[in-house]
C-alpha cells in the first residue's frame, strides 16, 4: 500500500495532504515509515511532523503537548488587536505559547505560563529567551507583571470532566489531561483565572478565554462576579467563541 493508501485506510480524511507533509518532514525513509506508523496508529499529525501552522507561523509541537487547534486563531487575532504598541501581553495556560508567539510577532512584550513541564518545554522553543515560566497560573509568573498587563490571553481546559471520554482519540490519547479537563462544568480554571485577573491587568486591560457556546451563561456571570466587563465574541467560520472581560479604566 502506498502511504496515501495507508493513511486512508485508518480515517485520515485528508490522506494526500498529509503524506506531503510527513513526506517533506522525514530526513529519511527509515524516518518516513516511522512517521508514518506514528500517524497510522492515531497520533496527531502535528506531533508527528513536529509543528503546527498557526495565524500565518510554524509552532513547534512535542508529543503530548496540546495542539494548537485552527479555531483559536480567532482568539489570537483578538487578542493582538486590544493589543497597544508595546503592550505587556500574557499567555496563561499557554501549552506551546502559540498565542504568545502572534502576540509577539504583533510587537508585544510577552510573557508566557504553563503547569504541564512537557507545553513549558515546548513554548520555550516558540517564544523568546526568559520568557515561558512553570508553574500553577498567575504564581508563575513574575511579581513585577502585577497590574501592568494589557491584554491577558488564558486558552484555559474547558472540556467538562464527563465529557473528556468522549472526545476524539487524537485528543484523549494523546494530549495532556491538565489541557483538556476544566473540572464538572469545564470552567473551574476560568473562575480561578478570573478571581485573580483583575489584580494583573492595567487600567483598560482585558482578558480573553475561549469556551463552547453551551457555557456563555456561565462564564458571563464568572466574570462579572470577578468585577471584569463581560463579552462574547464568535466567528462562526472557524466555530470559535471568545470571552472576554475587561478592567475599566
Not at 503546527?52 to 480567532?74: D, K, M, S
Not at 513549558?120 to 515561558?132: D, E, S
Request: glycine share 12%; hydrophobic share 45%; aromatic share 4%.
Amino acid at each position: 500500500m502506498t502511504i496515501v493508501e495507508r493513511l486512508r485506510a485508518a480515517g485520515c480524511v485528508f490522506a494526500e495532504d498529509e503524506a506531503a507533509l510527513l513526506e517533506g518532514a522525514a530526513p529519511d525513509a527509515g524516518a518516513l515509515e516511522a512517521m508514518v506508523g506514528r500517524r497510522v496508529a492515531g497520533e496527531p499529525l502535528e506531533q508527528v511532523v513536529g509543528f503546527a501552522e498557526f495565524c500565518g507561523l510554524r509552532i513547534v509541537v512535542e508529543p503530548g503537548v496540546f495542539v494548537p487547534r485552527r479555531r483559536t486563531e480567532f482568539l489570537a487575532g483578538e487578542a493582538v488587536a486590544r493589543l497597544p504598541e508595546g503592550g505587556v501581553a500574557v499567555d496563561l495556560c499557554c501549552g506551546t505559547g502559540a498565542a504568545g508567539a502572534v502576540l509577539a510577532r504583533a510587537g508585544g512584550d510577552v510573557y508566557a505560563a504553563d503547569v504541564d513541564p512537557a507545553a513549558v518545554r515546548c513554548a520555550r522553543r516558540n517564544l523568546p529567551p526568559g520568557r515561558v515560566f512553570a508553574g500553577d497560573l498567575f504564581a508563575a509568573l513574575p511579581p513585577r507583571l502585577k497590574g501592568v498587563v494589557t491584554v491577558l490571553v488564558a486558552n484555559v481546559p474547558y472540556v467538562p470532566t464527563g465529557d473528556v471520554p468522549f472526545l476524539p482519540a487524537e485528543a484523549r490519547d494523546h494530549e495532556s489531561r491538565v489541557a483538556l479537563d476544566g473540572g464538572p462544568d469545564g470552567l473551574d480554571v476560568l473562575r480561578r483565572v478570573a478571581a485573580e485577573a483583575p489584580s494583573w491587568l492595567a487600567p483598560g486591560g482585558v482578558l480573553l478565554t475561549e469556551l463552547s457556546t453551551r457555557q456563555l451563561d456561565t462564564a458571563t456571570a464568572i466574570l462579572h462576579n470577578a468585577g471584569l466587563t463581560p463579552a462574547i465574541l464568535t466567528d462562526d467560520d472557524l466555530g470559535a467563541t471568545v470571552a472576554t472581560g475587561q478592567v475599566d479604566v
